[in-house]
């Protein structure tokens, strides 16, 4: 029987460390919350992201939230971004109890439309943009920061899936005013569990950052802000990342050179294929689309080929969504939603998978057609 290809693979993420070791420094050091494993991460991230600051927290979702309250956003208040992006942001907007304003994307790229965030930010004048850089490629996000500029509005990037982007020297996270990263497993640089951290130039909402990470305390049980909260990056998970920063540019080079593998292989067929396989492309997924989306996921399974979808709902046509019934408004959205399928892309996949993977979809359009 042939091996089933996964989709994603923990064990390839993880071969180049040993977590017993990592975690047997943790376990010497007797200091399991806030110590050195933490702090030294904290530096050398911001450093491999081009900034000052660093500071580790328990997930992304909650390194959205505080970037929010620490650029000043809260009830009453709006912020930009994409319906396309799994809800995450959304989620953000609305623990802060502000609005999420829904911008269309591109049909490129699947990330915010410049021009439609221009128009909203005339119309709508929000607090924020939450820029999310989806499925590891860089939006255009020097267009979107010089708009953030022009009208006073932070910027706030999700980075979440493009650890290490790279354009024009500059890095994912280091273009807004606060970049958002995760590290759940499956991520370009993943913990083994969950993890996140905030990445910024500017001391002033550092300062903010680090309070509102620790119950809002300016030090210790002083507590200076309100709505702080628990949300710190553990010993084990830091030393863990410490042990895999060093490897994540060689990690993003596997991915895209896998990327690269499936463009060539799928050249010509009746699939719409990611629009860059360059620096600004981390190939966090390799998302392919197709309006015969469903049928071919079915017929890739059947061969043993494992896919997922991201994202199959818009975040305004979700059941939470605070403002349903917006059906047709997002047209690139939504058509993206219907179409997308990713496939295997991550260090450790092996060639004959990656063929096989690509024989399959050939084989589909082939005999369907």
């Known amino acids: 029987m042939t091996e089933p290809i996964l989709f994603f693979s923990p064990q390839a993420a993880n071969s180049a460390i040993e977590p017993a070791a990592s975690f047997a420094r943790v376990l010497a050091s007797n200091w399991y919350i806030l110590g050195k494993e933490v702090a030294t991460f904290e530096r050398d991230f911001a450093a491999y992201c081009g900034v000052n600051h660093g500071i580790g927290l328990a997930n992304g979702t909650d390194a959205l939230e505080l970037a929010l309250r620490a650029v000043g956003v809260g009830p009453g208040k709006q ?215 469903d049928a071919l996921r079915q017929y890739l399974g059947e061969c043993g080929v494992a896919t997922d979808i991201h994202y199959p709902v818009p975040d305004h046509l979700q059941p939470a969504c605070a403002e349903p019934g917006h059906a047709g408004n997002l047209p690139e959205t939504e058509k993206g939603c219907a179409t997308v399928l990713s496939l295997p892309c991550y260090p450790g996949l092996p060639q004959s998978a990656m063929a096989r993977v690509a024989s399959a979809v050939r084989d589909f359009f082939a005999t369907t057609d």
Not at 132 to 158: F, K, P
Not at 160 to 168: D, F, I, M, T
């Open 79 to 293: 912020v930009l971004l994409a319906a396309n992006a799994g809800f995450y942001g959304s989620t953000a907007v609305n623990l802060v109890g502000a609005r999420p304003v829904y911008v269309d994307v591109t049909a490129s790229s699947l990330t915010l439309d410049p021009q439609r965030v221009d128009t909203s930010l005339k119309k709508y004048r929000p607090q924020a943009i939450i820029l999310t850089q989806l499925y590891g490629q860089l939006a255009d996000v020097e267009e979107i920061s010089a708009l953030a500029r022009q009208h006073g509005v932070a910027l706030i990037e999700d980075c979440a899936q493009s650890h290490g982007a790279l354009r024009n020297g500059q890095r994912a996270g280091s273009f807004g005013d606060i970049g958002c990263f995760s590290f759940y497993p499956t991520k370009n640089l993943g913990a083994l569990g969950d993890g996140g951290a905030v990445v910024c130039r500017d001391d002033r909402l550092a300062s903010k950052l680090l309070s509102l990470r620790q119950y809002g305390w300016g030090r210790k049980n002083h507590n200076d802000m309100p709505l702080g909260r628990n949300s710190r990056l553990d010993e084990l998970q830091a030393a863990v990342l410490n042990d895999k920063l060093p490897t994540l540019d060689a990690d993003n080079h596997r991915r895209r050179e896998i990327a690269r593998f499936y463009q060539n292989a799928l050249d010509g067929l009746p699939l719409k294929l990611p629009p860059s396989t360059s620096e600004d492309y981390v190939a966090h997924l390799y998302v392919v689309r197709t309006a015969r989306r």
